[in-house]
């Protein structure tokens, strides 16, 4: 059997019609840039995060770039970022000039681990950029408690976790601007690059929808020195279909998850994932760890099993990151991670027999 690592052939099919047809409406309406579309995505989105305001962006990184500029973080200033996150959020920072400073993940969770966050504030620090990883919610009480101490603003990369929560409140909702991503394998996923930024900040909304469009609100007219990266209204059509099906899918991902828990429970040295209290967990990513990852993963994939690691380099040893000069070894636990970690695929379409052939050939090769 062939399981790729991901596939959209289920989810393109059930939503072909409705795909074609809204976009046959966008191509009528002749209006490409900002129009219709983008708004009412930008509604619907802020309101499903309960959130003042959205601001639809051109990607991920965009979203968490502009989030940075909006709070006017720059080259004197220093972000507190969790070691272990995909590199666009720690590239966000770099763009805007500042300092990327990295704190370990809890070994268990894998999410910022808020005990290690307030001996690397110093009189640099302006924000912590707080990642949910893999879909899980961080541990948002304390990392907030902290930000009001040391009067910090909080920007969540909520890139993984569209519907995750956190004591009942929506990841995305927590910071003072927040970013996130559309890339097509994420939960909520554009047929093409797009991004989004939460906000319940008038004058942080306004700034950001500035920035996304050359600084400028009236033509011609320039606020700021701002970038082009607009939500495409093309993208925005075809999230304003997928978007209602959201939910449903999270609750999909959730039980595909509760099925691997279930079967993988006590197989060999497996390590699986481990949801901390008061967080949800919308599993963008199944994850396990174990210390044969790399036989097993080569074992996966002459099987036919496609597997995928998140992430086998931490930003601060790659090769882009030299001249911030970590050693390696000097943030074990991310670079542990890195070392055992691996995705089994998971997506919404996944079926039960594949399934049991993945969790098969797993409880083969221990
Ligand atoms: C945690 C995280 N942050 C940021 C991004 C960047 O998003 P994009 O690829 O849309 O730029 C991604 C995804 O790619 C991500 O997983």
Redesign the pocket.
């Known amino acids: 059997m062939q399981i790729p690592f991901i596939s959209f052939a289920y989810t393109n099919s059930l939503l072909r019609a409705e795909i074609l047809q809204a976009f046959e409406q966008f191509y009528d309406a002749e209006n490409y840039i900002l129009g219709n579309a983008v708004q009412d995505f930008e509604k619907k989105y802020a309101a499903l995060n309960h959130t003042n305001y959205c601001i639809g962006v051109g990607?991920?990184?965009d979203a968490?770039f502009i989030c940075l500029k909006a709070v006017d973080i720059g080259t004197e200033d220093e972000v507190i970022v969790p070691a272990n996150?995909?590199i666009?959020?720690v590239l966000a920072i770099s763009h805007a000039g500042a300092t990327p400073i990295f704190v370990e993940p809890h070994e268990q969770t894998y999410t910022l681990n808020s005990e290690r966050i307030e001996e690397k504030i110093t009189s640099k620090t302006k924000a912590i950029l707080p990642?949910h990883?893999y879909g899980q919610a961080c541990e948002m009480e304390k990392i907030m408690a902290l930000a009001n101490k040391y009067k910090l603003y909080v920007i969540e990369?909520n890139?993984?976790a569209h519907l995750a929560t956190y004591k009942g409140k929506m990841t995305g909702s927590f910071g003072a601007i927040n970013g996130t991503?559309f890339?097509p394998t994420k939960n909520l996923g554009a047929l093409g690059?797009a991004?989004a930024i939460t906000t319940d900040s008038e004058n942080l909304a306004h700034k950001a929808k500035l920035l996304r469009n050359y600084g400028s609100e009236k033509r011609y007219h320039n606020e700021l020195v701002g970038y082009n990266s607009r939500l495409d209204e093309v993208q925005a059509t075809l999230l304003n279909v997928k978007l209602k099906y959201l939910a449903a899918w999270t609750k999909q991902r959730q039980q595909l998850a509760t099925i691997y828990n279930q079967e993988l429970a006590g197989v060999g040295d497996l390590i699986l994932p481990t949801i901390a209290e008061d967080c949800s967990h919308v599993f963008h990513l199944y994850v396990v760890r174990t210390e044969k990852r790399d036989a097993l993963q080569a074992y996966l994939n002459q099987c036919g099993i496609g597997m995928l690691i998140h992430y086998p380099i931490p930003p601060h040893l790659q090769k882009a990151y030299r001249s911030l000069n970590y050693l390696k070894g000097s943030l074990p636990i991310a670079e542990k991670l890195a070392d055992t970690s691996l995705s089994l695929p998971l997506y919404v379409g996944l079926e039960e027999n594949q399934i049991s052939y993945i969790v098969e050939r797993v409880k083969a090769f221990f």
């Open positions: 990607n991920g990184l968490l996150t995909f666009a959020t990642v990883l990369d890139a993984q991503s890339y690059d991004g």
